[in-house]
């Protein structure tokens, strides 16, 4: 046993797969994983879908149990707050002033809900989604005929209206942007998932401002800027993320929308790597950098990461995908689609609920949004990870094969 001591500050997905990764990579020294959640690393992306649903278990989130990690000799430090990183010392700090020594540390901070300062914000029955324990305080406002107002038309507030929809509530979804899932979608995508909620009895509102959350003590309903009133029991914020950064940025670590990484995920300090939500790191497919907020980028990039803190460089060259469970629709997505300036459409998107929308920039396929299309999903995903070339005519015929359509 080495005297090395690897710390690995945060304790969700990255820190799962960094933790581990490190044994597999030959690491015979200490690890230890702080983080500031009490339970051991979980399975984030249910908390919208089959937890919030009442569909499992805290337990059965979890990405390993606790056992395991005591098992490959991981020390988890939970419910502990780390506040400072002091590079010169080699030491992080811990809230109540304990200090920790490293040899080489991984920053896994993910990221943390953007909030919004509305009046009313502060009531009780106003929360955020983020954490475990979010959820289960939202619990304690849900009920059938009881109602729900969710500020965010992304991805976690249609699942979320959608989780709710299905406990029997009356759900509201505030956009302010003329659409849902502007920002990661075509037009095309967008107006599917208006329509699918709409069947299913939540009422979606675009281009709506909110001006003030009401209530006395407990919230009673939100006010938009055109002075319509909607009731709520419940109101949920889910508006985006912004980085974890403050421990890199105080420390002195280059800081530009995430960690900046090189391909390795170092830091600008090559004694720590960063990987998973926290990061900003550079796409050798997409020619550019990018901060990633999924569960793909944070394993991969993490394997990665635990392989360079054991000497043994690789770079990072994964394709970024993503999925999305609301109903019955199973959303995957390969690439990315931002710059697209063209979408292919395959399937019925406008009655039906299987289609796929391929993005292309000119010639060049970016990526697929699949829904109940997990043929259409793996053949892309396979074309941009082999650089194949796709011929948009056969994309567009639901009849012809979708293999038919690639080419290197
Ligand atoms: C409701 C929801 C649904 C989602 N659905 C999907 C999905 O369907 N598909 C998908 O790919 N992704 C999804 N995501 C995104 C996915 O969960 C994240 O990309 C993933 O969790 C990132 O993992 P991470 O380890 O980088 O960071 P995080 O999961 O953000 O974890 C970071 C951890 O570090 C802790 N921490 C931060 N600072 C400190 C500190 N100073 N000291 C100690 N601890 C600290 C935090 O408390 C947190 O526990 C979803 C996210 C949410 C919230």
Redesign the pocket.
């Known amino acids: 046993m080495s005297n090395a001591h690897a710390v690995i ?8 797969q960094l933790s581990v990764g490190l044994r597999q990579s030959g690491w015979e020294g200490g690890i230890s994983v ?4 009490a339970i051991p ?1 979980y ?7 089959d937890y ?1 649903g009442g569909d499992k278990h805290a337990d059965e989130l979890l990405i390993r149990p606790a056992a395991f990690y005591q098992q490959q000799d991981i020390n988890l430090v939970l419910g ?4 400072a990183l002091d590079r010169a010392n080699k030491e992080i700090e811990l809230h109540d002033g304990a200090r920790i020594p490293y040899t080489k540390l991984a920053l ?6 953007r909030k919004l300062p509305l009046t009313g914000s502060d009531l009780d029955g106003v929360l955020y ?3 475990l324990s979010d ?1 289960d305080r939202i619990r304690g406002y849900l009920g059938a005929g009881k109602s729900a107002v969710i500020i965010g038309g992304g ?2 507030g249609l ?2 209206a959608a989780s709710l929809r299905k406990q029997g509530m009356n759900v509201t979804v505030l956009e302010a942007q003329p659409r849902v899932l502007q920002r990661v979608t075509a037009p095309e995508v967008s107006a599917f998932y208006s329509r699918v909620h709409r069947e299913e009895g939540v009422n979606i509102m675009t281009e709506a401002q909110v001006q003030a959350i009401s209530g006395e003590g407990r919230v009673q309903g939100v006010t938009l800027s055109d002075g319509t009133h909607i009731d709520a029991d419940l109101v949920i914020i ?1 508006v985006g ?1 912004i980085p ?1 950064t ?2 890199a940025e105080t420390a002195g670590l280059e800081v530009d929308n995430g960690i900046v990484v090189d391909e390795y995920a170092r830091t600008s300090d090559h004694d720590i790597v960063a ?5 900003n790191h550079y796409s050798a497919i997409y020619d550019r950098r990018l901060r ?7 394993t991969d990039q ?1 394997k990665l990461a635990a392989g360079t803190l054991c000497g043994k460089l690789e770079a990072y060259n994964a394709l970024p ?5 609301q109903y019955d629709l199973k959303l995957q997505i390969a690439g990315l689609s931002q710059g697209f300036d063209r979408v292919v459409m395959r399937g019925d998107s406008e009655s039906g609920r299987s289609f796929a929308a391929f993005y292309f920039s000119g010639e060049r396929l970016l990526a697929v949004d699949a829904v109940n299309r997990p043929k259409e999903f793996m053949s892309v995903r396979r074309a941009l990870t082999q650089g194949q070339s796709a011929d948009p005519e056969v994309l567009a015929d639901d009849s012809a094969d979708i293999k038919q359509a690639f080419s290197t």
């Open positions: 500050v945060g304790a969700s997905h990255a820190a799962a702080v983080g500031s959640e690393p399975h984030r992306p249910p908390l919208s879908k919030l502990t707050r780390v506040t896994t901070t993910g990221a943390a809900v989604l983020r954490e959820v991805y976690i699942e979320t889910g993320v974890a403050e421990l990987a998973g939500d926290c990061t990633l907020e999924s569960v793909q980028n944070a993490a995908w993503f999925w999305s469970d």
